[in-house]
């Protein structure tokens, strides 16, 4: 009797330790691990190649969650070893079961990447890049490889061209050849069947049309008035006269700090020049908004082919039919500029 009363205490004992034990383990799976105070959530970085203890490294360094010990037996008890590179959304009172089943599947966060107001391929790789896991040189000199822009069916000069000035959704891990290969098939949804055709009609490639539209968009940011200055172009391209446009100028020059172009401006020996070379130059010196690519394609059709900056410096412009009533346009402009004392 007396050994039996003793089995039903250890049996007792075992059941309370093992109902404990169960609770503690339910609560360390199932209640929450991560406090970040009055923040509804904060990101978690992992890097490409990261193994688990880089991950419990991570999660320590940044003070990501409460109690690490918990979070690595948690794995454990899962089998979770496997770590899937990313930016991952932490929110504030997330359980280890539910922090490690979105690391698991590789639920990632994306990043909006913005690039607009770019002028060369160098820029576009820093701006790009700014908020991804890809340095900047490592993107630049891919595409900046000729062989990359060959597989796309591009030059250097023309390059820039496929892409498209946006916002974009990506993971903050993708690779240099995801990323580019994306920007192609973004590149192929605009230019659908009814812009190529107008850019068929118009005579051009779809890169001369970023071409003429990266001048336009320097030339005025004035949406209203550029489909207006994209016709003087034309006008301009038809009757086989040099384009004459000052941005090119400036983009030969390299100095993008140039607000007024002068006669040694105009000399310089460079295919960008167009005032020394008829047509288009090589390619876009501009990342031209889709906006102003359509500007491009529906371009004002009139008989103007001088245009020139408004004296009141509104960003509009005044359009000539001749020769005379341009510079008398362009004098007015050039004494607003003295009486500011623009002078470079």
């Known amino acids: 009797m007396k050994k039996l009363k003793i089995a039903l205490i250890l049996l007792l004992i075992a059941i309370a330790a093992g109902g404990i034990w169960s609770y503690n383990t339910y609560r360390e799976i199932y209640n929450s691990n991560v406090d970040f105070g009055t923040k509804e ?4 970085y992992i890097p490409t190649s990261s193994n688990f203890n880089n991950l419990i490294q991570i999660l320590e360094s940044k003070q990501l969650i409460s109690d690490i010990e918990s979070f690595k037996k948690v794995a454990n008890l899962k089998s ?5 590179s990313g930016r991952y959304k932490i929110m504030n009172h997330m359980s280890n079961n539910a922090l490690i089943g979105m690391l698991r599947i590789g639920d990632q966060a994306p990043v909006n990447i913005t690039f607009n107001n770019i002028r060369t391929l160098e820029q576009l790789a820093g701006r790009i890049s700014r908020n991804l896991e890809i340095d900047s ?23 820039i061209s496929m892409f498209i000035a946006n916002t974009y959704q990506v993971f903050w891990d993708i690779s240099k050849e995801t990323l580019i290969k994306r920007m192609a098939s ?3 949804q605009f230019w659908n069947k009814e812009r190529r055709a107008k850019a068929r009609k118009l005579g051009m490639s779809q890169s001369e049309v970023s071409t003429l539209a990266s001048i336009v968009q320097l030339e005025s940011l004035k949406k209203d008035e550029q489909p207006k200055i994209a016709g003087v ?3 301009r391209l038809k009757r086989g006269m040099p384009l004459q446009a000052d941005p090119t100028v400036i983009f030969a020059t390299g100095d993008f700090s140039i607000k007024r172009v002068l006669k040694k401006h105009l000399e ?7 005032y020394v070379h008829k047509g288009l130059p090589p390619g876009p010196i501009y990342l031209a908004s889709p906006s102003t690519i359509d500007a491009v394609l529906n371009y004002k059709k009139h008989n103007y082919i001088y245009f020139c900056a ?29 009486q500011r004392k623009i002078y470079k």
């Open 80 to 84: 979770f070893s496997k770590i899937k």
């Open 41 to 44: 959530f904060k990101y978690l």
């Open 233 to 235: 172009y034309i006008n």
């Open 268 to 274: 310089i020996n460079s295919p960008y020049n167009t």
């Open 186 to 188: 973004e590149y192929k």
């Open 310 to 338: 408004k004296e009141d410096f509104s960003g509009y412009h005044s359009f000539a039919t001749n020769y005379n009533q341009h510079i008398n346009n362009a004098r007015r402009y050039q004494r607003a500029l003295n």
């Open 137 to 159: 040189l490592e993107l630049a000199q891919y595409i900046l490889d000729s062989k990359t822009q060959k597989k796309y069916g591009f030059q250097k000069e023309t390059f």
